[in-house]
T-cell receptor
Framework: KQEVTQIPAALSVPEGENLVLNCSFT??????LQWFRQDPGKGLTSLLL?????REQTSGRLNASLDKSSGRSTLYIAASQPGDSATYLC??????????FGTGTRLKVLA | NAGVMQNPRHLVRRRGQEARLRCSPM?????VYWYRQLPEEGLKFMVY????????ESGMPKERFSAEFPKEGPSILRIQQVVRGDSAAYFC???????????????FGEGSRLTVL
């Protein structure tokens, strides 16, 4: 049974800092891994999708890496801004094609 | 191209009533997923459907809950005889392909927030 863990659960950083969010999963036989952000009371916004054959994906200030053998993914956010404050969720697709979510990292970027 | 549309956004029901939540996937998407999010918790998978078929309902309670995705029209998540513990945000996501194939990116709606009095 796939389990997804995100560390840390919460993070508070000053504006401009580079930061790394971690996601680990127990079953390395995955199809895709996707990172999302969720603002309070809102839906989820897709940030990056990494397919199992890929090692990383980049979009603007965001870079996500995938190491299937160790069961880990990281989301790197460069030059953080107050607008980046949100909950970041990692989701892994494996087994019967459903995405399993971690519990998220709540990020606060201080101005 | 409109995103995933969910309605109603907010729904209040008394214990014992029925709740019907609707989800229209993105245009061209034939794969629909329903998730439930309790306050301060992560998203829990409920059901995965393709047009006219339930592919995986392993996360859905056996009683009172049902889901469908008909050939025409939106996907419906139906909760009968609601109880206070059903209060949660219910999210729908769609994709153009299965999450097990190339692509398979999920796109989410804004959610339907159910409150049971």
């Amino acid at each position: 049974k796939q389990e997804v863990t995100q560390i840390p659960a919460a993070l508070s950083v000053p504006e401009g800092e580079n930061l790394v969010l971690n996601c680990s999963f127990t079953d390395s036989a995955i199809y895709n891994l996707q990172w999302f952000r969720q603002d309070p009371g809102k839906g989820l916004t897709s940030l990056l999708l990494i397919q199992s054959s890929q090692r990383e994906q980049t979009s603007g200030r965001l870079n996500a890496s995938l190491d299937k053998s160790s069961g880990r993914s990281t989301l790197y956010i460069a030059a953080s801004q107050p607008g980046d404050s949100a909950t970041y969720l990692c989701a892994v697709a494996s087994g019967t094609y459903k995405y399993i979510f971690g519990t998220g990292t709540r990020l606060k970027v201080l101005a | 191209n409109a995103g995933v549309m969910q309605n109603p956004r907010h729904l209040v029901r008394r214990r014992g009533q029925e709740a019907r939540l609707r989800c229209s996937p993105m245009k061209g998407h034939s794969h629909v997923y329903w998730y439930r999010q309790l306050p301060e918790e992560g998203l829990k998978f409920m059901v995965y459907l393709q047009k006219e078929n339930i592919i995986d309902e392993s996360g859905m309670p056996k009683e009172r809950f049902s889901a469908e995705f008909p050939k025409e029209g939106p996907s419906i998540l139906r909760i009968q005889q609601v109880v206070r513990g059903d209060s949660a945000a219910y999210f729908c996501a769609s994709s153009s392909t299965s999450s097990g194939s190339t692509g398979g990116e999920l796109f989410f709606g804004e959610g339907s927030r159910l409150t049971v009095l």
